[in-house]
């Protein structure tokens, strides 16, 4: 990876996950993606601007990528192609993830119904877990190409 100001660059293979109208995430990101066989792993670097004042990145934006994990990772796996909310969610921090950090996270769906999707997933730096996730997302309106695999990051 080659360093730039505050940032690396991601790894071979990630692609920025493009958001048409998102600006919380315009704001906080940018997250990166790969697909790993049907595996969809989402990568973040950890910048200062990200951090708490202990120099790790600050839980809320690991509670941000938890989300858009959970969110991002079941419309790709399952090919929902829907805007989806968050029912629920849950997380557990395992260790600190220090700013320069690049994050890998990956997901597992647990079991979706007509109305529900389960998943669970962690965020790892350098293997070791980060962040465990798991929540409950609820696919909202019609299909629309915008929440597509190749319009997200392809």
Same mark, same amino acid.
């Given at each position: 990876?080659?360093? /730039?100001? +505050? @940032? ?8 920025? &996950? ?9 704001? $906080? ?6 697909? +790993?066989?049907?595996?969809? &792993? ?13 120099? =790790? ?6 509670? =941000? #990528?938890?989300?858009?994990?959970? %969110?991002?990772?079941?419309? $790709?796996?399952?090919? *929902? ?12 921090? %395992? ?11 990956? $997901?597992? *769906?647990?079991? @979706? /119904?007509? !109305?529900?999707?389960? &998943?669970?997933? /962690? ?6 877990? $980060? #962040?465990? /996730? !798991? ?8 299909? +629309? ?6 319009? %997200?990051?392809?």
């Amino acid at each position: 990876m080659t360093s /730039t100001a +505050d @940032t690396l660059a991601p790894p071979a293979g990630f692609k920025p &996950v493009v958001f048409q109208s998102n600006p919380y995430l315009d704001l $906080v990101g940018p997250l990166h993606g790969r697909m +790993d066989g049907e595996d969809f &792993v989402l990568g973040f670097q950890v910048e200062r601007r990200h951090c708490n004042p202990g120099g =790790t990145c600050h839980g809320g934006m690991l509670m =941000t #990528l938890a989300d858009m994990l959970l %969110l991002l990772g079941a419309n $790709v796996k399952c090919d *929902i192609k829907r805007y989806m909310t968050t029912v629920s969610v849950t997380n557990d921090f %395992l260790a600190p993830a220090p700013a320069g950090s690049w994050l890998e996270g990956r $997901v597992q *769906i647990l079991r @979706t /119904t007509r !109305s529900l999707v389960f &998943v669970q997933g /962690t965020m790892c730096l350098d293997g070791a877990p $980060v #962040l465990r /996730t !798991s929540g409950i997302l609820k696919p909202v309106g019609e299909e +629309d190409p915008r929440f597509g695999r190749r319009s %997200l990051f392809e």
